[in-house]
Every structure is written in structure tokens, then in C-alpha cells.
């Protein structure tokens, strides 16, 4: 079980309704923040007014990853996560699915796998999120 990254482990919690739920959605995403580099992902974070007061960044509540044509979007909201995929082309959003946690995964996976061969920070995120050095 040492071989299978974290966030693919947290995700197949989730979706088997496995311990607390909610924390454990809050963690892959901030696995997902925090594996993601800045030029490939855009992070939404909501920060308490005291992690405010503090200087601290507060809980990501939203990862956005553009990848191709496509734009993955992995939020936060009050019945779970909702990971979406935006197709786009020349800037506008010509369509807009719903996938389930699995595929999405996936789906990101492959994308920055395919991105990792022309792009080091892709490289970089695909062994952060499978934990390779």
C-alpha cells in the first residue's frame, strides 16, 4: 500500500464514504494545492478572519488546472467535492461536464503525464502527486 500516492488513497476514501469524509476531501485538496505548481494550477483558498489576522493562506477550497483544451476543476462545497471539466476553445467555454472523482483523476493524471514530456514543472507535479523524488 506504500506504492499507491496519497491523494489516490484519499480519493478512493471518499468515495467509498470511508472516516470523515469532509476531512478528507479538505486534504486532497490541499495535496492537490500543494503538489501543483503555481504556472499549471490556480489555488482558491478561504482563510478564517483569525488565519487572516495571522498572514496564513486559510483551506483550499478550490483547484483549477488548465491542461490543453480542457480545465479541471476540483471545489470544495457544502454536499462534497465537485470535480468539473471546462472545454475551451480560443477562450470561451464551449462546454462544461460533471465527472465523477475517479475519472478526474484520471483524467489530470494523463493530462500532465502528456504535458510532463515537454514541461519540467509538469514532470515536477506528476512525481509530487506520485510521491517520486
Known sequence: MADIPEFMLLADDIRRGAGDIREKQALLLEVLAGALPGNLAEVKRQPTIRQRLSGQRGRATEVRLTLGSFQYILTADTSGLAPTRLHISGGIVIGSEVLNLGYWIEAVM????????????????????????
Open 110 to 133: 494523463a493530462g500532465l503525464r502528456g504535458l510532463a514530456e515537454t514541461s519540467q514543472s509538469a514532470q515536477l507535479a506528476v512525481n509530487n502527486l506520485l510521491g517520486l523524488p
